[in-house]
């Protein structure tokens, strides 16, 4: 203030008036007597002589009214604003104008809401106010971030904020600041940055004094929630290490089991959320909690209990002021969901309106429960009253808000939806259209899966942490009970001070033992995570390793195969043997690697099932060396005049494995495999496939292990059946890739039937392609580039052998510039190689003018799996070829790529799409 005095009061008096007068608020409202207090405050304006108390104690009646949540705040702020502006009492006027912004915020009114944090942001800078700047532009970054999806302007807003806080040491606003940043950098997926701003966060609260900085830990949790479920569950379980009963982490942690569809431990939480409300009652919450509790019971089907906690939620909501109902939007779609199952659609679709009526009061807020409401309006539009306009018009909208808050399970869902709709409507060149965007999200979501063995390495910490906070809560309810008494006793004149220390002291003991059993754990799980990635790169590097000097057997041995003498062929065709086998068996721990990362891709493509089928016994009658085992190829006619759409090779690694089971097990009698179909129509054919043998049979007691990894079924003479224990594992999975089940039957010393069925969209509309020439490869030049000379030699030699015109480099850099120089039809790429890999090489000659760039491109490397794979499609590779492969199968994928149309192409990917579509 200007002057030493006010009116009749010095400073010093006043601010006597205004903590007693805060003291008495606080002690008032410790026991629930809050209009007591507010009278109190009506009783000293009447009293107050000078405009400086009177703005004060408007200021007063403006929070407390704010907390009961009545009206009159508004009126109070208003006049303790205009009054401290006309004394010039700039601290004040502050203090009405932060008032004032988060009254309008929670109207919903956030033009007003930034129209007064602006005004506050400039007054507070110039009369030298940083920590009001600060609170203000927290204020109003939260309303650029979480009302209007504005990110990039709330980082910005955030980061003046932080600097305002940390001009006036202002620790606690900075951590804030920090933790939004953090929250806004998780949902744009900038991990390493978001991880940045927590650590800081962290560092501001430790300064401030702050012990339970939990909403640091959830709001980064949410953060991370839409892509990354595992880092949201660590952040969450970090927070309940601060806050064991905090009802907004139980939940989270709740919903985070829910949308990984583990709805008995969702319950589970959202039941603990729920008894800390008689602790602490939080009704906005409370609701909240009860909505999803209502979802969960209803993925359940016990659309009973699921009502009861959705009425639960309503009633409590409908309690609540305007712009704290965001559970109703919630609810009104759980209610929909539940009638829409009991075929009641129609009263389905008046509370999918509802929902989304109340979702829109919220803006971002309830934008997935708005989208969700319109899509399941469209879809019911669509699916049960053929209303096909009108159903593409609502999914049209759900869409747009889907893309607009980056929700990508929302946008499939959308597009599947609008799929259908233009289907209907005959109008399928826009239907496809669709059909390829909602294909194009679901590959890139199998990179952000939940991992799901992650609760198998978690699940004893998360044992112990909750009996660690079960005790914890017990402490809580304890200090909550003696703290009741506490004030009491001070209201009443008693001392109880030393027992609120001692409380402290055990809580603050009991925090400490939680946390110091919540680091052990925590640095046990980390030693897991990182011997997984250890075996991981381990199993990725010795593959590659063993497959460098394999790829030089295999090669060598081909060759030799055609110039030694026929005496010496039967020695050459051992060693054939022992090189295929060994390398089944490298591939074998390659894909259970890939399996167990949730790297493995089914790839469509016409196949004549046919052909493999026969193929694929040829194989075996030909590398088996068992001449007492008669092996047969039993089929339905039907198969032979079709072709279908799905994984070849997938399928003949299912057989394969099964094949080799059945072989290793059946010393004299037979392994049949048959093919049998048992529905077909116009579009969908579905086959059974069995693999039965003569063997010894599976044990009663051995049955249930046999498909884990590394089990292996053997009787008493178990060294004459020893193998890697991988086959049927991996042959298991792969076939639930397909959305199907391999099954056994088996009776001991009679044999075994291992039998699965796959269903298959039929190709026979798609025009064959033309058989190219045998000697189409003749004339072709050809740049190998390979840095192994024993393989350069090899791959050269064979090369040859077709008549093409070989060029070699040693590295990337001496292809790039070899293509620079000369021109190809061809180019064999390594891609582990010094100087340049092949990686960059690539990109440099797709960098090229059009006559380079075009060259087909074919990858030859020992470098394998799908995400290597995936990785050469983006940077424009033709096709792949892993080391070591068979001289014949790699002559075949030469001439194909040389031959292949792309008219051909064309044509067979949309008949495909507009069959699969259709169906």
């Given at each position: 203030?200007?002057?030493?005095?006010?009116?009749?009061?010095?400073p010093?008096a006043?601010y006597?008036?205004?903590?007693?007068l805060?003291?008495?608020?606080?002690?008032?409202?410790?026991?629930?007597?809050?209009p007591l207090?507010?009278?109190?405050?009506?009783?000293?304006?009447?009293?107050?002589s000078?405009?400086t108390?009177?703005?004060?104690l408007?200021?007063?009646l403006?929070t407390?009214?704010?907390?009961?949540?009545s009206?009159s705040a508004?009126?109070?702020?208003?006049?303790?604003q205009?009054?401290?502006?006309?004394?010039?009492?700039?601290?004040?006027?502050?203090?009405?104008?932060?008032?004032?912004?988060?009254?309008?915020?929670?109207?919903?009114?956030?033009d007003?809401?930034?129209?007064?944090c602006r005004e506050?942001?400039?007054?507070?800078?110039?009369?030298?106010?940083?920590?009001?700047?600060?609170?203000?532009?927290?204020?109003?970054g939260?309303?650029y971030?979480?009302?209007?999806?504005?990110?990039?302007?709330?980082i910005?807003?955030?980061?003046?904020?932080?600097e305002?806080?940390?001009?006036?040491?202002?620790?606690?606003?900075?951590?804030?600041g920090?933790?939004?940043?953090?929250y806004?950098?998780?949902v744009?997926?900038?991990?390493?940055?978001?991880?940045?701003?927590?650590?800081?966060?962290l560092?501001?609260y430790?300064?401030?004094?702050?012990?339970?900085?939990?909403?640091?830990?959830?709001?980064v949790?949410?953060?991370?929630?839409?892509?990354?479920?595992?880092?949201?569950?660590k952040y969450?379980l970090?927070?309940l290490?601060?806050?064991?009963?905090?009802?907004?982490?139980?939940?989270n942690?709740?919903?985070?089991?829910?949308?990984?569809?583990?709805?008995?431990?969702a319950?589970?939480?959202?039941?603990?959320a729920?008894?800390?409300?008689?602790?602490?009652?939080?009704?906005?919450a409370?609701?909240?909690?009860?909505?999803?509790?209502?979802?969960?019971?209803?993925?359940l089907e016990?659309?009973?209990?699921?009502?009861?906690?959705?009425?639960?939620?309503?009633?409590?909501?409908?309690?609540?002021?305007?712009?704290?109902?965001?559970?109703?939007a919630?609810?009104?779609?759980?209610?929909?969901?539940?009638?829409?199952?009991?075929?009641?659609?129609?009263?389905?679709?008046?509370?999918?309106?509802?929902?989304?009526?109340?979702?829109?009061?919220?803006?971002s807020?309830?934008?997935?429960?708005?989208?969700?409401?319109?899509?399941?309006?469209?879809?019911?539009?669509?699916?049960?009253?053929?209303?096909?306009?009108?159903?593409?018009?609502?999914?049209?909208?759900?869409l747009h808000?889907?893309?607009?808050?980056d929700?990508?399970?929302?946008?499939?869902?959308?597009?599947?939806?609008?799929?259908?709709?233009?289907?209907?409507?005959?109008?399928?060149?826009q239907a496809?259209?669709?059909?390829?965007?909602?294909m194009?999200l679901?590959?890139?979501?199998?990179?952000?899966?939940?991992?799901?063995?992650?609760?198998?390495?978690?699940?004893?910490?998360r044992?112990?942490a909750?009996?660690?906070?079960?005790?914890?809560?017990i402490?809580?309810?304890i200090?909550?009970?003696?703290?009741?008494?506490?004030y009491?006793?001070?209201?009443?004149?008693?001392l109880?001070?030393?027992?609120?220390?001692?409380?402290?002291?055990?809580?603050?003991?009991?925090?400490?033992?939680?946390?110091?059993?919540?680091?052990?754990?925590?640095?046990?799980?980390?030693?897991?995570?990182?011997?997984?990635r250890?075996?991981?790169?381990?199993?990725s590097?010795?593959n590659?390793?063993?497959?460098?000097?394999?790829?030089?057997?295999?090669?060598?041995?081909?060759?030799?195969?055609k110039?030694?003498?026929?005496?010496?062929?039967?020695?050459?065709?051992?060693i054939?043997?022992?090189?295929?086998?060994?390398?089944?068996?490298?591939?074998?721990?390659?894909?259970?690697s890939?399996l167990?990362?949730?790297?493995v891709?089914?790839?469509?493509?016409?196949?004549d099932?046919?052909?493999?089928l026969?193929?694929?016994?040829?194989?075996y009658?030909?590398?088996?060396?068992?001449p007492?085992?008669?092996?047969?190829?039993?089929?339905?006619?039907?198969?032979?005049?079709?072709?279908?759409?799905?994984?070849?090779?997938?399928?003949?690694?299912i057989?394969?494995?099964?094949?080799?089971?059945?072989?290793?097990?059946?010393?004299?009698?037979?392994?049949?495999?048959?093919?049998?179909?048992?529905?077909?129509?116009?579009?969908?054919?579905?086959?059974?496939?069995?693999?039965?043998?003569?063997?010894?049979?599976?044990?009663?007691?051995k049955l249930?292990?046999?498909?884990?990894?590394?089990?292996?079924?053997?009787?008493?003479?178990?060294?004459?059946?020893?193998?890697?224990?991988?086959g049927?594992?991996i042959?298991?999975?792969?076939?639930?890739?397909?959305?199907?089940?391999?099954?056994v039957?088996?009776?001991?010393?009679?044999?075994?039937?291992?039998?699965?069925?796959?269903?298959?969209t039929?190709?026979?509309?798609?025009p064959?392609?033309q058989?190219?020439?045998?000697?189409?490869?003749?004339?072709k030049?050809?740049?190998?580039v390979?840095?192994?000379?024993?393989?350069?030699?090899?791959a050269?030699?064979?090369?040859?052998?077709?008549?093409?015109?070989?060029?070699?480099?040693?590295?990337g850099?001496?292809?790039?510039?070899?293509?620079q120089?000369?021109n190809?039809?061809?180019?064999?790429?390594?891609?582990?190689?010094?100087?340049?890999?092949?990686?960059?090489a690539?990109?440099?000659?797709?960098?090229?003018e059009s006559?380079?760039?075009n060259?087909?491109i074919?990858?030859?490397?020992?470098?394998?799996?799908?995400?290597?794979?995936?990785?050469?499609?983006?940077?424009?590779?033709?096709?792949?070829?892993?080391?070591?492969?068979?001289p014949?199968?790699?002559?075949?994928?030469?001439?194909?790529?040389?031959?292949?149309?792309?008219?051909?192409?064309?044509?067979?990917?949309?008949?495909?799409?507009?069959?699969f579509?259709?169906?």
């Open positions: 203030m200007k002057s030493s005095t006010v009116g009749n009061y010095s010093n006043l006597i008036l205004y903590f007693s805060l003291f008495t608020a606080f002690a008032t409202y410790s026991i629930a007597q809050t207090l507010i009278d109190s405050l009506h009783h000293a304006l009447s009293k107050a000078t405009d108390t009177r703005t004060r408007f200021n007063a403006a407390e009214c704010h907390r009961i949540q009206d508004w009126d109070y702020a208003q006049k303790a205009h009054l401290a502006h006309n004394i010039s009492d700039y601290e004040e006027e502050l203090n009405a104008l932060k008032r004032l912004a988060i009254l309008a915020r929670e109207k919903g009114d956030f007003v809401t930034i129209k007064y506050g942001i400039e007054m507070a800078k110039k009369y030298d106010f940083p920590q009001k700047a600060a609170e203000l532009s927290l204020t109003v939260l309303v971030h979480f009302y209007r999806s504005d990110i990039a302007k709330g910005e807003v955030y980061k003046q904020g932080i305002f806080a940390k001009a006036s040491d202002y620790h606690l606003y900075t951590a804030h920090y933790a939004w940043l953090a806004l950098y998780a744009q997926r900038k991990v390493e940055l978001a991880e940045a701003q927590v650590e800081l966060a560092h501001y430790k300064l401030a004094g702050a012990s339970t900085p939990y909403d640091l830990f959830n709001n949790a949410a953060g991370f929630g839409s892509f990354d479920p595992k880092r949201k569950l969450l970090e927070g290490k601060y806050t064991p009963n905090d009802p907004m982490i139980l939940m942690i709740g919903h985070t089991y829910f949308i990984s569809k583990k709805h008995e431990l319950i589970t939480f959202y039941k603990r729920l008894e800390t409300f008689t602790l602490k009652p939080n009704d906005r409370e609701s909240m909690v009860y909505a999803r509790l209502g979802s969960a019971y209803s993925e016990d659309y009973e209990l699921a009502l009861e906690a959705f009425n639960k939620a309503i009633a409590i909501a409908k309690h609540l002021k305007v712009g704290h109902q965001e559970a109703l919630m609810t009104y779609q759980g209610i929909g969901r539940i009638k829409e199952k009991r075929k009641e659609f129609k009263e389905a679709l008046i509370f999918y309106e509802k929902g989304i009526e109340i979702a829109k009061q919220y803006h807020n309830s934008a997935t429960e708005e989208m969700g409401g319109y899509y399941n309006i469209g879809r019911l539009h669509i699916e049960k009253f053929q209303k096909f306009e009108l159903g593409i018009q609502k999914c049209d909208s759900a808000l889907a893309i607009k808050n929700n990508v399970s929302s946008q499939i869902d959308a597009y599947s939806c609008l799929q259908s709709g233009y289907d209907s409507l005959g109008r399928y060149e496809l259209g669709f059909y390829r965007k909602e194009s679901k590959d890139s979501m199998l990179n952000i899966q939940f991992d799901t063995k992650f609760d198998s390495i978690t699940a004893d910490f044992v112990k909750d009996i660690a906070e079960k005790d914890l809560l402490s809580k309810e200090a909550h009970g003696r703290l009741t008494k506490i009491a006793s001070i209201l009443i004149g008693g109880s001070i030393l027992c609120l220390l001692l409380i402290l002291w055990i809580t603050r003991r009991n925090k400490q033992k939680l946390a110091h059993k919540n680091e052990e754990l925590a640095i046990v799980n980390q030693a897991l995570v990182e011997s997984n250890i075996k991981d790169n381990f199993i590097s010795i590659h390793q063993f497959r460098t000097p394999m790829h030089s057997i295999v090669g060598s041995t081909a060759l030799l195969d110039e030694i003498p026929s005496a010496l062929k039967s020695r050459v065709s051992d054939k043997y022992a090189s295929s086998h060994l390398m089944k068996l490298l591939q074998d721990i390659l894909n259970l890939e167990d990362q949730d790297n891709q089914l790839k469509y493509k016409a196949f099932l046919n052909n493999m026969q193929n694929l016994m040829q194989q009658k030909a590398a088996h060396n068992k007492h085992v008669e092996l047969h190829f039993m089929k339905s006619g039907n198969i032979l005049s079709h072709k279908v759409w799905g994984d070849a090779p997938r399928l003949n690694q057989l394969s494995s099964l094949l080799d089971n059945a072989v290793k097990f059946t010393e004299k009698g037979v392994v049949e495999l048959s093919a049998d179909v048992k529905y077909i129509s116009d579009k969908q054919v579905k086959i059974l496939f069995e693999v039965k043998d003569t063997g010894i049979g599976i044990p009663s007691e249930p292990f046999i498909f884990e990894s590394f089990s292996e079924m053997a009787s008493v003479k178990e060294e004459q059946f020893a193998g890697s224990g991988l049927l594992s042959a298991k999975e792969i076939v639930a890739l397909h959305q199907s089940k391999l099954l039957e088996t009776e001991l010393g009679q044999g075994s039937t291992f039998f699965f069925t796959l269903q298959y039929l190709a026979d509309l798609i064959p392609p058989e190219y020439s045998p000697n189409i490869l003749s004339g030049r050809v740049l190998l390979e840095d192994n000379l024993l393989n350069q030699k090899l050269k030699k064979l090369l040859e052998t077709q008549q093409m015109i070989v060029t070699t480099a040693n590295n850099a001496l292809a790039v510039e070899a293509v120089q000369q190809f039809d061809l180019i064999l790429m390594d891609l582990n190689m010094p100087v340049m890999d092949g990686f960059e690539t990109k440099r000659i797709k960098a090229m006559t380079k760039r060259i087909p074919i990858a030859l490397s020992a470098i394998v799996g799908t995400e290597v794979e995936q990785e050469l499609s983006k940077i424009g590779m033709t096709d792949y070829m892993g080391k070591p492969f068979r014949d199968e790699f002559v075949e994928l030469l001439s194909k790529t040389l031959f292949t149309k792309k008219e051909y192409n064309e044509i067979a990917a949309t008949i495909y799409k507009q069959t579509l259709n169906e």
